[in-house]
């Protein structure tokens, strides 16, 4: 990765960007359905999901969400074609951890094929956790993080698409089978 790169970025009143990290908050929210948490890490997002998935029930469904491509892929959904199990989840994330975690290109959603969890890892660095919510809490309590009331993303700010990613970009998209889907207007 270039030393520069970088996912999300702010923009001070002075129109300086520099990248943006969150400090470690979560906040409880309600959406038209279920509950969710809003949770917002400064860093190490993919051992977290790793963390948070652990209370999930397995097998895992994945869908990669590719709403800006800049290597060979298109624009779309990637449903994975097969069930993941934890240790599969794990290597995909593993592999994919700097990619996914220091370009915007992308969001991420992991769930149980039993539809009893969810988590979602968008292009602002946020992960959106419904499901075990009080097992969520339990993880982002012993991690060291804090409730807030609300979790708010900078104004202005920026995506990142890092060319240094373009080859992950592709190996992720080789790496098994995909069932491709359209994008939804909610991905963009």
């Known amino acids: 990765m270039a030393p520069s790169a970088y996912k999300f970025g702010a923009v001070n009143s002075s129109g300086e960007e520099s990248s ?3 400090s470690d ?6 959406t038209s359905g279920a509950s969710r948490l809003k949770i917002a890490p400064s860093d190490e997002q993919v051992d977290l999901m790793q963390a948070l998935s652990s209370v999930m029930n397995e097998p895992f469904g994945v869908l990669y969400v590719l709403v800006v491509p800049r290597a ?6 990637y449903q994975s074609s097969q069930p993941l199990s934890r240790e599969a989840l794990d290597l995909f ?23 009893t969890a969810s988590l979602i890892y968008d292009n ?14 339990t993880i982002l309590n012993a991690s060291g993080f804090s409730e807030v009331e609300k979790v708010s993303f900078p104004a202005p700010h920026t995506h990142h698409y890092n060319a240094a990613f373009d080859q992950q970009e592709i190996k992720l998209l080789e790496y098994q089978p995909w069932t491709v889907f359209p994008l939804q207007d909610s991905d963009v």
């Open 20 to 22: 943006f990290r969150y």
């Open 25 to 30: 908050t979560w906040a409880l929210g309600k």
């Open 72 to 77: 060979q892929g298109k624009a779309g959904r």
């Open 93 to 115: 994330l593993l592999n994919f951890r700097e990619f996914l975690e220091n370009d915007a290109r992308h969001h991420l959603w992991i769930a149980s094929v039993d539809k």
């Open 124 to 137: 602002h660095n946020v992960i959106h956790g419904y499901g075990p919510i009080d097992s969520f809490k």
